[in-house]
């Protein structure tokens, strides 16, 4: 088992930054991909940024590429997601998730464990 706890969110103004963590405990997080979704109201939920279990690479989601970094550091079990110039199309629960793979998946299937998200609200 894989518990993972989120942190980070907020309200924060257009075109502000926040920094989103997700710590794990249980098993070996190194040899899990990490992976960040989100899902708004009334809306499915959706891939946002992935990193590979050794951090070569990365992959993120058309909407956020160029404004959002996701990052790990195996030592201390965790995984952030810094965002900068957010919009108000970004407000939603962020979930991080981890999948035992050696790739980047991008679908929720793939994903063995959750946490249990944690709110970004984005004002215009």
């Known amino acids: 088992q894989v518990q993972l706890v989120e942190s980070g969110g907020g309200l924060v103004q257009a075109g502000g930054s926040l920094r989103l963590s997700c710590a794990a405990s249980?098993?070996?997080?190194?040899?899990?991909?990490m992976g960040w979704f989100r899902q708004a109201p009334g809306k499915e939920r959706e891939f946002v940024a992935v990193?590979?279990?050794?951090?070569?690479?990365?992959y993120y989601a058309d909407s956020v590429k160029g404004r959002f970094t996701i990052s790990r550091d195996n030592a201390k079990n965790t995984v952030y997601l810094q965002m900068n110039s957010l919009e108000p199309e970004d407000t939603a629960v962020y979930y991080c998730a981890c999948a035992r793979s050696l790739g980047i998946p991008r679908s929720t299937v793939s994903y063995n464990y959750w946490g249990q998200g944690t709110q970004v609200t984005v004002s215009s």
């Open positions: 990193i590979s279990w050794n951090s070569d690479t990365k």
């Open positions: 249980g098993r070996s997080f190194s040899n899990y991909a």
